[in-house]
């Protein structure tokens, strides 16, 4: 059987998404949904997907739609994956699964009550780099002392992945700190129980803070220590640096080193080297095999309370 999808979102990620699905077996992108009608056409054309639309609802009415993947601003992601559900549809929708816990606890509520699968993209936890890692620690040869992680753009004007003007606002704090905080409870293995945040000034014209600061400790007594900034003019992206009790590693995005900076093969990790389409795996196989995948939005909720909390220390 071939899963049919929609995917929701032709910007910088949705494109990473249809290049991941490219390489999976018994799945096939049917519709692409987007804001501007000619470029969705144009990307629709390069792909071979033969319907094209600006609005998910026209998508969610085709019978033959399974599955949908939404790569759509964080602002729509809780509304839009509600709307998915109780269509009928399987859903997948990129991190965060929503800006709110109110969204998040929504979206829980309704995927338990259909029992379709609902994902939220917490490409991390697929990452070869940090897949490697997560063996390690559930083979019994490493555990986590502390994490250390630097998150970096440059973001003083509103831009996409690609270079290109944004309609919506990124968010350090639900988009970002998100990677991170949801990976620390996966990696540790144990529930955060602390969790502190302080951020810079605001933005005149963007108002948002630029740069921000996280603390987090787990009931195991792990801690992690977040840097995230807009204001980065340097390297930029997501670096972790895993501090445990009998090796240091370094994870760049699909890529691993030692503390020493030894590259470590990870190409043996999956059946990819992409994260996204490891993810996308993931969310296939638990629609044919009937189960919740890794990174449900079930257990992704832990990680959107601890936002919730951090905004309000924040706001306080």
């Not at 992601?77 to 998040?104: F, M, N, R, T, Y």
Request: charged letters at 20%; aromatic letters at 6%.
């Amino acid at each position: 059987m071939t899963i049919k999808v929609a995917l929701a979102g032709a910007g910088a990620f949705g494109i990473k998404h249809l290049d991941g699905i490219k390489n999976i077996d018994g799945v096939e992108v049917v519709s692409l949904i987007s804001r501007d009608l000619e470029k969705t056409k144009e990307v629709a054309d390069k792909y071979g997907i033969q319907h094209v639309t600006t609005k998910l609802e026209d998508s969610l009415a085709l019978k033959e739609v399974d599955a949908v993947i939404l790569c759509t601003p964080t602002q729509m992601h809780a509304e839009q994956s509600i709307a998915c559900l109780k269509a009928g549809k399987h859903v997948q929708v990129e991190i965060p699964l929503a800006d709110s816990l109110k969204g998040a606890e929504e979206v829980a509520a309704l995927q338990k009550q259909t029992g379709l699968v609902a994902m939220c993209g917490h490409t991390r936890r697929f990452n070869p780099s940090h897949q490697y890692v997560h063996n390690k620690i559930k083979a019994g040869e490493f555990n986590i002392q502390q994490m250390d992680v630097q998150t970096y753009f440059f973001r003083r004007t509103n831009m996409n992945a690609l270079g290109q003007a944004r309609s919506w606002t990124d968010h350090l704090l639900w988009h970002h700190a998100a990677h991170t905080v949801d990976l620390f409870a996966y990696q540790a293995g144990s529930p955060i129980v602390k969790a502190n945040a302080v951020q810079g000034p605001i933005h005149p014209t963007l108002g948002i803070a630029m740069d921000m600061s996280i603390q987090l400790q787990a009931a195991n007594g792990a801690i992690c220590t977040l840097s995230l900034s807009f204001n980065n003019d340097g390297p930029l992206g997501t670096f972790f640096r895993y501090i445990g009790d009998t090796a240091t590693y370094i994870a760049r995005y699909d890529d691993l080193f030692t503390g020493k900076d030894e590259k470590i093969d990870v190409s043996k990790v999956d059946v990819s080297m992409n994260g996204i389409e490891l993810q996308d795996r993931e969310f296939f196989a638990a629609i044919k095999d009937g189960r919740e995948p890794n990174s449900s939005v079930a257990s992704v909720l832990p990680c959107y309370k601890v936002l919730h909390q951090l905004e309000q220390q924040l706001n306080g």
